[in-house]
């Protein structure tokens, strides 16, 4: 399938990498369809494009390369939307804002994206936990852990 962006003009994808957020992103409840693309070559951050509305797309990174202590609890109802029987097939994705000085950059850790690799469903959560900020500065004197960590280790279901 095309799809139309804004920032990297139209691009086929195909069909099976499309993610579908049934309630959409908040704020974006009709952006339903995404995709995902590498920022760079061997980078940690990757885009989340819609595939519904070329003008959106976040900066994600998988919450576990940013904050290895990173654990998130789903709620039986989340677990079903998301079709999430096995917590290994679940994706932890953290929406990141870069500012005009990329060292200021923050990633949202009250609202994760939860991804399900098996159903290609995801959604986007909203936790109430005082240990965690909507500003988590990524680079405040913190080191990055290894892309060989398990992903699947932060989010019991």
């Not at 079903?80 to 870069?98: F, P, R």
């Not at 005009?100 to 936990?129: C, D, F, H, K, W």
Request: charge should be negative.
């Amino acid at each position: 399938m095309n799809i139309l962006t804004s920032r990297f003009g139209e691009i086929e994808v195909p069909d099976e990498s499309l993610i579908e957020f049934p309630r959409g992103i908040i704020g974006f409840r009709d952006a339903r369809r995404f995709v995902i693309f590498d920022c760079g070559e061997q980078g940690i951050f990757k885009w989340l494009q819609s595939a519904d509305i070329p003008d959106l797309a976040f900066v994600i990174c998988e919450a576990h390369l940013l904050v290895p202590e990173y654990k998130i609890t789903l709620r039986p109802e989340e677990s079903e939307i998301l079709k999430l029987t096995n917590s290994e097939d679940a994706a932890v994705c953290l929406i990141l804002v870069i500012p005009e000085n990329p060292q200021e950059a923050t990633a949202n850790l009250l609202g994760p994206i939860v991804m399900n690799s098996a159903s290609r469903l995801g959604m986007q959560l909203v936790l109430i936990n005082a240990d965690y900020s909507t500003r988590y500065k990524i680079f405040a004197g913190r080191t990055f852990a290894g892309a060989a960590d398990k992903e699947g280790d932060n989010v019991s279901a």
